[in-house]
């Protein structure tokens, strides 16, 4: 199902491309949903596809040779960057970018907001700018600034004040 209002199969956004030049129709499984205001382009060395029964949210957009694989589910604003390949059932937050020639294995999950720079191995949670794997709630890498340890202590905070609130309003 593809709304009347998503734009499929216009020129590939790329230096390379002039008008006039031939490019590949996408190819979009028939049991697929693409939802009104996406936008998957056209691509430049091979078709851009979307695997069957994957589901692009309003407003995602698809760069020109780009895969998403089966069973995806891209959730509203996301923003697939050219030749970006996603695994089968892979879940995409809201938001989320992916910076061209990225590559996203198999049941990998992708956070709200998550800028994805590199590649993102097969059954890993990735969250943050740039993009970071999560292991049981944890960052890993990348120690957290201080700034950043400081809010996520205030937001702990906040939220256990309003949950006291709520209980004692009940």
């Not at 697929?32 to 029964?53: F, I, N, Q, Y």
């Amino acid at each position: 199902m593809i709304h009347p209002l998503a734009v499929i199969g216009e020129p590939p956004e790329h230096r390379d491309y002039r008008p006039g030049m031939a490019c590949y129709a996408p190819l979009i499984s028939k049991t697929a949903r693409v939802e009104a205001l996406c936008t998957v382009d056209a691509g430049l060395d091979e078709p851009s596809r979307v695997g069957a029964r994957s589901w692009l949210m309003k407003g995602v957009h698809v760069g020109h040779d780009a895969q998403i694989g089966e069973d995806c589910e891209l959730a509203p604003h996301c923003s697939v960057g050219g030749h970006v390949k996603i695994g089968d059932r892979v879940r995409v937050g809201q938001g989320a970018t992916f910076k061209p020639f990225v590559t996203v294995g198999d049941d990998a999950r992708i956070g709200m907001g998550a800028v994805v720079v590199k590649d993102v191995p097969a059954g890993e949670t990735w969250v943050g700018n740039p993009a970071r794997p999560l292991v049981k709630g944890k960052w890993t890498g990348t120690r957290m600034t201080e700034i950043e340890e400081q809010g996520w202590d205030e937001l702990a905070t906040k939220m256990e004040s309003t949950l006291q609130y709520w209980q004692r309003m009940q």
